[in-house]
């Protein structure tokens, strides 16, 4: 089961911010999730669409130029980066999983996404874009085709995972709250990967592990790579 940083690791460290990301990849995640988000001029990683929960700034993101975010502190002296910054720090080393927040025009980002693959910062396999909004994801998924779209939902759909095939998605994000079996088992029968957020607690990771869950997007990613070893070294001594 892959393990996602969530926002980096985030149960430590500010979320969102170099410190987050670089200490997961320490790790050797098999991915990291962060928030896109647009600001009044450009797009900036950061989970909010206001400035004051995990920054020292005020007002709305999208009402701030990128010039003035990076003055905030986003935490023990961290800045808020750019999307740029955090395709510089992750490159092809794992996947990256940028979730669409509150952004708008995303022409700019079809271009700086093909402009970093061209200059071979990022590969398209280590590439998933993920959001809440379907809209945008269709999209991005007509103006980009070879990008990896990842539906999100927190809800069991009537179809269950039809909208998501519906989207030619790669994979399914779901809140862990509503993963079970049909679900995943429908899922898989459509050929999408099944990743499950925002899992802390042993008990859940186990839980999406016997599931058949493929990957899991967690704030404590030492910890629970940590009992998934553990976890797999003991079925090997017992098998």
Same mark, same amino acid.
């Given at each position: 089961?892959?393990v996602?940083?969530?926002?980096? #690791?985030?149960?430590?460290y500010? !979320?969102?911010t @170099?410190i987050?990301i670089?200490?997961?990849l320490?790790? &050797?995640?098999? &991915?990291? !999730? /962060?928030?896109?988000?647009s600001? %009044?001029?450009d797009? /900036? ?11 020292s700034?005020q007002?709305k993101?999208?009402a701030t130029?990128f010039?003035?975010?990076q ?6 002296? +961290?800045?808020v980066?750019?999307l740029? $910054?955090?395709?510089?720090w ?7 999983? %940028? !979730?669409l927040?509150h952004?708008?025009s995303l $022409?700019?980002l079809v271009?700086?996404l ?7 910062? %990022? ?9 809440f909004?379907?809209? +945008?994801?269709?999209?991005?998924k007509?103006?980009l ?5 990842g ?7 009537l179809?269950y995972? @039809? ?5 030619n998605a790669?994979?399914l994000?779901? $809140?862990k709250?509503?993963?079970n079996?049909?679900? /995943? ?7 999408? @990967?099944?990743? #499950?957020y925002t899992v802390d607690k042993?008990e859940?990771? %186990? ?6 869950? $493929?990957g899991?997007?967690t704030?404590y ?5 940590q009992?998934?070893? +553990?976890q797999?070294?003991a +079925? @090997?001594?017992?098998?």
């Amino acid at each position: 089961m892959k393990v996602f940083a969530h926002r980096g #690791a985030s149960g430590n460290y500010p !979320e969102n911010t @170099e410190i987050a990301i670089n200490s997961a990849l320490d790790v &050797g995640v098999d &991915g990291i !999730e /962060v928030d896109l988000q647009s600001c %009044l001029d450009d797009y /900036v990683i950061i989970h909010d669409s206001w400035l004051d929960r995990t920054t020292s700034g005020q007002g709305k993101v999208n009402a701030t130029p990128f010039s003035a975010i990076q003055q905030v502190d986003a935490g023990q002296g +961290q800045k808020v980066p750019g999307l740029q $910054d955090v395709i510089n720090w992750v490159g092809n080393k794992t996947l990256l999983n %940028l !979730e669409l927040k509150h952004t708008f025009s995303l $022409d700019k980002l079809v271009s700086t996404l093909e402009h970093n693959v061209a200059q071979g910062r %990022l590969n398209r396999e280590q590439l998933i874009v993920s959001s809440f909004d379907h809209h +945008q994801l269709l999209w991005l998924k007509q103006n980009l085709p070879w990008v990896k779209i990842g539906a999100l939902t927190s809800s069991i759909p009537l179809g269950y995972a @039809e909208f998501a095939q519906r989207l030619n998605a790669y994979s399914l994000h779901l $809140d862990k709250n509503f993963v079970n079996h049909q679900f /995943v088992a429908d899922a898989k029968a459509r050929g999408l @990967e099944v990743y #499950a957020y925002t899992v802390d607690k042993d008990e859940d990771i %186990l839980t999406m592990q016997a599931l058949g869950v $493929d990957g899991v997007f967690t704030n404590y990613p030492r910890h629970t790579k940590q009992l998934l070893a +553990q976890q797999r070294d003991a +079925q @090997e001594g017992t098998a």
